[in-house]
């Protein structure tokens, strides 16, 4: 029996051709109907690659597949993947946390900067030629150093993120499950947090109780001055409050790298000025994605080969 690994990506810019080597790999992106596709090779599946797209490694797939034996997630998070459901039937299930830090926080401080200075606003009225047939628009903006940022989630990523902001000369304050030693400011309340900051920055995990936390209520808290980043998932915004307290001024603007059905983007923030909009690049350099392909192959390599793995969440 030839073993079949299922992909859920390519692993680029490194390619699937080191585990081609060993497996018979299934593109599934590349198919009209991947479940079907998934079921036809219910029998020889050992192993899946994996990251946040739309297709979920749910439970109805790993209880499908009963010769399943590692999932290896292209990413730190892991909420596309039904944890409880592999645990319950022995199958391992790896990530990539710690490569994944810098590149991520920088996407935050990106974001931050440019929906605050109208970076890409600016850059588009250069485009179309306005800076020549209009004449000259201030772009008057908000700065960055000295103001408040609230971090949600102070792990890896809000950590890095938190150092960043400390370069520009703003004040920290956070939110976590849990108080840290650090010299920030800690508030145990979401919306304690958000009156206070000026940038509230997402940066938890997506867990059944991160799940729609921040709410009109928490947007009007961050008040008309205030910018929201999300570069954590987007499943922890209420995306229709998101909607209107944009579209009522209730908040400064907001700078997205995840979104809630992605890759589905609402048409009506795509008509917002006071938005920036990433696809989901958090992670994306050549370094990071290269580093990313290389621990997914290793963890895979390393079960089958010694039952061992790097990166394992259970
Ligand atoms: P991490 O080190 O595990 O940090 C997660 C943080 O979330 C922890 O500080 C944790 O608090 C906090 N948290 C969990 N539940 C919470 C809650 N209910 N309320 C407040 N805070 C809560 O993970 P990481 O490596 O920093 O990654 C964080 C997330 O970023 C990932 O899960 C992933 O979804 C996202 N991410 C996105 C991209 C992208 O491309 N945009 C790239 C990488 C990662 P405690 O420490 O107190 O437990």
Redesign the pocket.
């Known amino acids: 029996m030839a073993k079949t690994l299922l992909a859920l990506y390519n692993l680029a810019p490194m390619g699937l051709e080191p585990l081609e080597r060993h497996f018979n790999v299934v593109k599934l992106w590349q198919e009209d109907d991947p479940e079907a596709t998934i079921m036809r090779h219910r029998e020889d599946a050992v192993a899946i690659v994996s990251w946040p797209s739309n297709l979920r490694v749910s439970r109805k797939i790993i209880e499908a597949l009963p010769n399943l034996e590692i999932i290896a997630q292209f990413?730190?998070?892991y909420?596309n993947i039904d944890v409880q459901a592999a645990k319950e039937r022995g199958v391992v299930v790896c990530n990539t946390?710690?490569l994944?830090?810098n590149d991520?926080a920088d996407?935050a401080l990106g974001l931050m900067l440019n929906v605050s200075r109208r970076f890409v606003e600016a850059d588009a009225y250069v485009r179309v030629g306005k800076w020549a047939t209009h004449g000259s628009h201030n772009f008057l903006s908000h700065r960055l150093g000295g103001k408040t940022v609230g971090i949600?989630?102070?792990?890896?990523?809000?950590q890095a993120i938190a150092r960043r902001a400390e370069a520009f000369g703003c004040n920290i304050h956070y939110?976590?499950?849990?108080k840290?030693d650090v010299p920030y400011t800690y508030e145990s309340d979401?919306k304690k947090l958000a009156e206070e900051s000026d940038f509230l920055v997402l940066?938890?995990?997506?867990?059944p109780?991160?799940k729609g936390?921040v709410t009109l209520d928490i947007l009007k808290a961050l008040g008309p001055h205030g910018y929201l980043i999300n570069?954590?998932?987007g499943s922890i915004v209420n995306e229709d409050d998101l909607l209107i307290a944009l579209a009522n001024k209730a908040i400064a603007g907001a700078g997205l790298?995840?979104f809630a059905e992605e890759p589905h983007v609402p048409d009506a923030l795509k008509t917002m000025d006071n938005v920036v909009l990433l696809p989901?690049?958090?992670?994306?350099t050549y370094e990071t994605r290269t580093e990313m392909g290389q621990l997914v192959v290793a963890n895979i390599l390393g079960w089958f080969e010694h039952g061992e793995t790097l990166t394992r969440v259970v």
């Open positions: 990413g730190v998070g909420d946390p710690d994944v830090t991520t996407t949600v989630g102070l792990g890896r990523i809000g939110t976590a499950r849990s840290k979401l940066s938890c995990s997506a867990t109780e991160t936390m570069v954590a998932r790298d995840v989901h690049i958090g992670t994306a």
